[in-house]
């Protein structure tokens, strides 16, 4: 499968329209746009990367919102509990939670201009 880290070397689908891929060097959730209208926050949506039918949250930061927000996806994951996705959110997605009414637990990460 093409993934916007290349092409994939694993592949654990929840159900049609979420996917955890894997390529050699990265990964994420692939989860289907009509899947994402149907079972994300409008906030979760604005957050994710669009490619093709697709909305990309790569690992290391990103998937935290489809941990988040879809508890079902936390199999295969370990030690993943709200908190320290809360902690995780705070730090990378401030603007998520605050879109979502949730006070965030820490500091923002300060990116680079532009990013």
């Not at 499968?1 to 994939?8: A, I, K, Q, R, V």
Request: charged share 20%; glycine share 10%; hydrophobic share 40%.
């Amino acid at each position: 499968m093409l993934t916007p880290w290349g092409n994939s070397d694993s592949e654990k689908r929840y159900e049609r329209g979420l996917t955890w891929v894997g390529t050699p060097s990265h990964g994420g959730f692939l989860v289907g746009k009509a899947y994402a209208r149907k079972h994300l926050s409008p906030a979760a949506i604005a957050e994710g990367e669009n490619f093709g039918q697709y909305l990309a949250f790569e690992e290391d930061c990103d998937a935290t919102i489809i941990l988040f927000e879809l508890p079902q996806t936390w199999e295969g994951f370990s030690n993943v509990n709200p908190t320290d996705l809360l902690d995780s959110l705070s730090r990378w997605h401030p603007r998520y939670l605050a879109a979502r009414g949730i006070a965030p637990t820490a500091e923002p990460i300060a990116l680079p201009a532009g990013i």
